[in-house]
């Protein structure tokens, strides 16, 4: 499942290949991923012959500003896909459900085999901030606070650990108010925003911190450690264009692979030696999801 790393990547190249493309027409062939709207045409009316002019990212979603004030989010749940497609006569991949056709040539694909993700086009409340502050043609704004306002159907989550600046001291207080093992909270997506089951294992054995340690249990230097951990392990994922597992469907937005699973410390990695200690990688079930973590370097 694609987290803050893989959609950050797709985010950054998006920004590069959409941002002043118009929207031509629309094609839904699954309704099930636009199933917020009361029908494909719906979705469809709110995209044709608008222009992007920003893209951003909360979380795992993808914010897609739209020339009508309007915002299209992307979340591709377990096996979706983006794809940029430069000529859209070739035949389109199996399972793409959604197609964009721009003005000026090209489009793109959604393609989601499972079809937990889904595409919507959120229209901000009434009273919210209008075209008129939205429209600005950033990328990345880094703005957190705003991106809710402008998408109330996000306004649930949690901050984002690369888009939204906390200081330690509030991260810690916000871990001390939970009574919860630290890597249920940090894939508590009201929590924190982004990470998944491969991430939390990871920003764990960087922290040297377990699974299951409780939330309200770290001494301070154990929260900058973890926090430290969060900041640097997504930063370092995105900079290898994110993790792409054997068993796992994530590409980029040209089909291309990540780079960042040839890092991994501990996650998928059972039996094989800690990078730290040499004693071996161990693998629990804990709560359906399979956990890596290092025995000796974890506490
Ligand atoms: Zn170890």
Redesign the pocket.
């Known amino acids: 499942m694609p987290e803050l790393p893989e959609v950050e990547t797709l985010r950054q190249d998006l920004g590069r290949e959409v941002v002043g493309r118009k929207i031509k027409s629309v094609s839904v062939t699954n309704g099930r991923s636009v199933r917020r709207h009361a029908n494909p045409r719906q979705f469809r009316s709110l995209l044709e012959g608008r222009t992007i002019r920003s893209v951003n990212r909360l979380g795992k979603y993808l914010l897609i500003g739209l020339d009508s004030g309007n915002t299209l989010v992307v979340h591709l749940g377990m096996s979706g896909q983006l794809l940029r497609v430069r000529n859209i006569r070739e035949p389109k991949p199996k399972h793409t459900h959604v197609a964009v056709v721009f003005s000026q040539g090209g489009g793109l694909y959604y393609v989601d085999p499972r079809t937990f993700g889904e595409l919507f086009v959120s229209v901000p409340p009434e009273d919210g901030p209008g075209p008129a502050t939205r429209s600005s043609a950033t990328v990345g704004t880094g703005d957190g606070a705003a991106l809710r306002r402008a998408v109330p159907e996000l306004s649930h989550l949690g901050f984002d650990p690369v888009e939204d600046v906390m200081s330690w001291d509030r991260f810690g207080a916000l871990l001390r108010s939970r009574k919860v093992g630290l890597k249920p909270l940090l894939m508590d997506q009201e929590f924190v925003a982004g990470i998944g089951n491969l991430y939390s294992d990871e920003i764990l054995f960087s922290a040297g911190l377990r699974y299951d340690r409780l939330s309200n249990s770290l001494s301070s230097t154990e929260i900058r450690r973890l926090y430290r951990a969060m900041v640097e392990t997504l930063g370092d994922a995105i900079k290898h264009r994110g993790s792409t597992l054997a068993d796992e469907q994530y590409r980029d937005l040209f089909g291309e692979v990540g780079e960042y699973q040839g890092q991994h410390q501990v996650y998928d990695r059972e039996r094989q030696p800690?990078?730290?200690?040499?004693?071996p990688v161990v693998r629990v079930k804990w709560g359906g999801r399979s956990t890596f973590f290092?025995e000796?370097?974890?506490i």
């Open positions: 800690c990078p730290r200690c040499r004693n290092c000796h370097c974890q």
